[in-house]
């Protein structure tokens, strides 16, 4: 059996998969804000509670909003900030007397899918959450790359590739920078995108909702969407030549992103063929529980 744990910023949730990847067993519960201890004491509550429902041992994975330094073995870039600098993995591994799995979210999202969603069989999976931010993972072969500084996949803070006259120096970003993609492609971003060209504060998706009645100025908004994600993803196409990349996160639920962005992302891309698809999650919210409990690969 495989046990993998979403830790997240106001949940917790937990999952039991057998052999076959068959789910056992269930559960979710708030996360405790703002102290480490709590964290951890909820995390080792809700594995025993998943040992007791099902009768069985499993196997350990945990996803995290951040990251497990490799220098330092310490969490970090976390939103959840009161895991950093805090030894995660090894408190787990001590309380739970057996090696523990630690993994980004969305590196969890994007081994979920190549393992058994919308990436399956595929040699080179790019899944991307785009939501309140824009998270990435890369899976080659069935297995993360988490990298040598464990940034593996994010590309969120990458600037604007191409970017045009009135891009530059773009909206400034709470890394830092001015212009980095998940300024534009966010969920805040777009909402804001709209509103700065005269239109209201929606959220959205219900910009593309508007849009798909005919709307000019949701548009106009969700075209200029189209055609940075389409310049963004290109820049990753030429670096990692994926074979998938699985979307997921709110904005994955607008359709027409999977015909009109491989429409775009063409000449940005070194290569006169293209064979990646564009592809919706398959199993949407769970994918980040279920990649980590796939933290023990098959
Ligand atoms: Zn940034």
Redesign the pocket.
């Known amino acids: 059996m495989r046990i993998g744990i979403d830790l997240g910023g106001t949940k917790i949730e937990g999952i039991a998969l057998a052999a076959d990847g068959r789910e056992l067993q269930r559960r979710r519960i708030p996360a405790p804000r703002g102290n480490y201890d709590d964290s951890l004491r909820a995390i080792v509550e809700l594995v025993t509670t998943l040992e007791a429902d099902t009768g069985e041992r499993g196997t350990l994975g945990v996803g995290i909003p951040g990251a497990v330094s490799p220098a330092t073995g310490l969490i970090k870039n976390a939103n959840s900030t009161w895991l950093n600098g805090r030894p995660l993995a090894e408190d787990l591994s001590r309380a739970f007397a057996r090696p523990v799995r630690l993994a980004n979210d969305a590196n969890c999202f994007a081994l979920s899918e190549a393992t058994d969603g919308a990436g399956a069989g595929a040699a080179i999976v790019f899944g991307v959450i785009i939501g309140t931010g824009t998270g990435g993972g890369v899976v080659v072969n069935g297995r993360v790359i988490a990298g040598a500084n464990a940034i593996g996949g994010e590309w969120?803070?990458n600037p604007m590739p191409a970017a045009a006259d009135d891009e530059r120096p773009g909206p400034a970003?709470?890394?830092g920078?001015s212009g980095?993609i998940?300024?534009f492609l966010s969920g805040p971003a777009l909402a804001r995108d709209y509103a700065a060209s005269g239109g209201e504060a929606i959220s959205a998706l219900e910009i593309a909702a508007r849009a798909a009645t005919g709307d000019p100025r949701a548009e106009a908004a969700l075209s200029r969407y189209e055609s940075r994600f389409a310049r963004a993803i290109a820049s990753i196409i030429n670096v990692l030549d994926p074979d998938v990349i699985v979307l997921g996160g709110g904005l994955s639920n607008i359709e027409r992103l999977y015909a009109n962005v491989p429409r775009l992302w063409s000449p940005f891309v070194f290569s006169d063929h293209l064979a990646t698809r564009l592809v919706r999650a398959m199993h949407g919210d769970s994918s980040g529980v279920r990649g980590a409990a796939w933290l023990w690969e098959p």
């Open positions: 969120g803070h970003c709470y890394c920078r980095c998940e300024t």
